[in-house]
């Protein structure tokens, strides 16, 4: 009897834990050292025009927030503390997503509680070492560069640009191969839709490439909004363009 009342006790406090059904979504945020009665903006962009449109909003009371809703698919939104210098971009999806809100450096604020939110850090911070190279490069030769400018030393000027250039390309093409590697090994992220979207919006990509990725994809991800665009933009793309000789009848295939 004892082992039945402690399995109903657990599968109890599971059940009432779980906060949120299918379909729905609930931010809880920490912002320490804010004042109550902030405003919090949940936000997304107008597909067509590009503004940022509000969703619902939150006051600060106690340091806390929660905002709770129902939710279709993965999508990016934001979140706008009021009178904060720029947004909190995060996925909004099912869920529970927790908010830790950095009031002096808004871009420090951090998001976690869900897959893609989690996979969203973590290919963000792998990203950000690819992009040091350059931050480091400037931070080093700012000055270098500033006497050289005020001295007019074509000299050093041009020596620094062209190191810089080099160090461009070379992240230029490591991110490259991040994003292929990602999509590659994470078909069930909604990253990993996003990727390959970017993709098809380069001129030089691989389209078969783009396609084997795409096949890869995991069933939740393809019917997402951007994974549809992608299905759309690879069929446009293998069409023959408009104005194409077609081969003559009878010729070998």
């Given amino acids: 009897m004892k082992k039945i009342f402690f399995l109903l006790t657990a599968s ?3 059940i009432s834990c779980n906060k949120v059904k299918n379909g729905e979504y609930l931010i809880t945020g920490t912002a320490k050292g804010i004042e109550n009665g902030k405003t ?3 936000q997304t962009q107008d597909q067509t025009t590009g503004a940022l449109i509000s969703l619902d909003t ?3 009371e106690n340091g806390k927030f929660e905002i709770k809703g129902k939710v ?3 999508a990016f939104h934001t979140l706008q503390l009021q009178g904060a210098q720029g947004p909190i971009p995060f996925i909004l999806e099912t869920g529970e997503i927790t ?5 002096d450096s808004i871009h420090k604020s951090k998001i976690s509680g869900t897959y893609n939110n989690d996979e969203y850090v973590k290919f963000n911070d792998e990203l950000m070492k690819v992009q040091k190279k350059l931050v ?3 931070k080093k030769n700012t000055a270098a560069m500033n006497t050289a400018q005020q001295a007019k030393d074509t000299t050093v000027i041009n020596g620094l640009m062209k190191e810089f250039m080099k160090i461009q390309g070379d992240v230029q093409t490591e991110t490259k191969a991040k994003y292929t590697t990602y999509a590659e090994s994470h078909p069930k992220s909604f990253i990993s839709a996003l990727i390959i ?8 990509t691989d389209l078969k490439k783009a396609e084997a990725l795409y096949a890869s994809l995991d069933e939740s991800v393809k019917n997402t909004k951007p994974g549809k665009e992608i299905k759309e933009k690879i069929g446009q ?3 023959p363009a408009v104005g194409a000789t077609a081969p003559p009848v009878g010729s070998a295939k």
């Fill in 12 to 14: 109890i406090a599971i």
């Fill in 40 to 42: 919090i903006i949940l």
């Fill in 58 to 60: 939150a006051k600060v």
């Fill in 72 to 74: 279709t698919e993965p």
């Fill in 99 to 103: 908010v830790v809100v950095d009031k």
């Fill in 136 to 138: 480091d490069f400037q």
């Fill in 197 to 204: 979207k970017g993709m098809l919006n380069d001129p030089s």
């Fill in 237 to 239: 793309m293998k069409m």
